[in-house]
């Protein structure tokens, strides 16, 4: 599994839109192949920046999703609402550590 993560940062003015479009689009993007959750999340103190987590599959259908037609338009429409340059990444988990309950 591969986790994707992309925070973006932005115009204060623009949120209303980005958010409008997330909404039209978020359930396309979660049924794309490959796709097993997916996440928006807004900073706490920041209210300007917001970040996509998402589960893939692996890198190959991330690339796929980032090749379609879906990925360009919503791309496209959201990159111009920027403040800032998008800060996106990919990862694994190497580990979850579950809460335990500790006896001496």
């Not at 429409?77 to 580990?95: G, N, V």
């Amino acid at each position: 599994m591969l986790i994707r993560i992309v925070r973006m940062t932005f115009k204060p003015e623009s949120i209303p839109a980005f958010l409008e479009n997330f909404e039209q689009h978020k359930k396309m993007i979660r049924n794309f192949e490959g796709c097993q959750h997916l996440e928006l999340w807004q900073d706490e103190n920041q209210k300007n920046i917001f970040v996509t987590y998402s589960h893939w599959t692996d890198e190959n259908t991330l690339n796929q999703y980032r090749d379609s037609e879906l990925f360009k338009s919503v791309w496209s429409f959201t990159k111009a609402l920027f403040s800032e340059k998008p800060i996106a990444f990919s990862t694994k988990k190497l580990q979850e550590v579950s809460r335990a309950c500790w006896r001496e």
